[in-house]
Each structure stands twice: as structure tokens, then as C-alpha cells.
């Protein structure tokens, strides 16, 4: 069982990881919903999206907690790979309800869309009041998606702030020490191990020995 210590310092790590690196932003109002599609394996082109996905979609989602993301995954390797913004149309305001919203309060939760592996919710057409951007990934690397996704919605980057570089390098010197204290207690195995074979070997010999004499 993992200790509280080092738990603690997991999710430290686990927190600090989400609030700093690339995907780090803010979204403008307008934007409505994101949605990705692509396939399952990261293999014939969607390594990029898959990592995007991986490292940089939880930490758009945790700076916009309000703003649905769905990913659709396929079983498809050569279908595409596409990402779809949404947005609200100029006419309307941040505060004013779309259709999409009105029509998503009225579904049960259980009918509501929602990420999925097996192409159950590829991107919908744009709702009443809403526009779709789109941005193809396929064959594309992570970040020359995420410098597209920058562009084209006007997100605004979160810098770390002091008290994260700061965290961050406690980190780093707490793993450089872990790793220090690993090697020293590995080479203390070792030795032991080596002393229990050499004292075992000396056993037998003397147990040869003493037969031979017998």
C-alpha cells in the first residue's frame, strides 16, 4: 500500500501536470462545444490527435469546465481525423441560452451526447445560432494542432505563475533525490544478495568437504 507521504506527492504532481503545459488557455465566450473524431490506434496518422488528446484536451477542459468536449473514437484507421469548435453566432451574447442548450436541458442524462469508442456521436451539424470550425489532424503533429486550435478559436494561453515554477522545481529536486535514494538502496540489495549467495556457496562447500572426510 502506497503510503499518504507519496500519495500526496502524486497528486501534486498529478494537479500541477493539469494546470501547466500545452492546452493551458482560456476559451472566449463564444465558443460553444469542442468535438474531436478520430480513430481508436494512433497509427496511419492520428498519433497526433490521440496525443493532443491525451495531454492537452484535459487541460483545455479543466480551465473550461462549462464547455462540453467530446471525443468520438472509431475503428476506422483511414477515416479522418477532425476537430470541430463550435461557436455562437456574433448575433447572440454570452448570457443569452442557444438552442443547443435548451435542447440538451430537456434530454435525460442518459440521452445526452457523450464521448465514445465505438462512433456513437460523430460531430452533428451546427445548432440554430451556432457556426462550426473545423481543423483536420490527421497525419498532423500535437502541436502544430494545438497552434491551429490557438488561432482559430482566440483562446488566451495561461502562463505558470511563480508559485507553479517554483512547485515545479520542488518537484524536479524531489525526483532527482528519489532517484538518488533508489540507486543507494538498490546497491544495498545487491550486496546483501550477493553476501547471502557467497555465504550459501561457502555452506555448501563445507558441507562437501565434511562428507568427503566422513
Known sequence: MVNPG???HILEEK?????IGPGAAILPPEITRIHMNFARKWNDGHFGPRKFWKLCLPRLKFYNPAVPMLVNRTEDQSGPAKMSIYF???????NT???????????????????????????????????????????????TILSEFMA??????VEPTPADNTQKMRIEERREKAAVDRAIVKKYLDDKR????MLALAHQEAEAIKNANQ
Open 15 to 19: 494537479l500541477l501536470q493539469l494546470r
Open 194 to 197: 550477493r553476501e547471502e549467495r
Open 88 to 94: 455562437r453566432q456574433a448575433s447572440l451574447t454570452s
Open 97 to 143: 441560452p442557444s438552442a443547443l442548450t435548451s435542447k440538451f436541458n430537456t434530454l435525460p442524462l442518459a440521452q445526452q451526447p457523450h464521448s465514445s469508442i465505438s462512433n456513437e456521436h460523430p460531430a452533428p451539424e451546427p445548432e440554430e445560432g451556432e457556426r462550426v470550425v473545423t481543423i483536420d489532424m490527421k497525419g498532423i503533429h500535437s502541436d
Open 152 to 157: 482559430k478559436t482566440g483562446a488566451i494561453p
Open 6 to 8: 507519496k500519495r500526496m
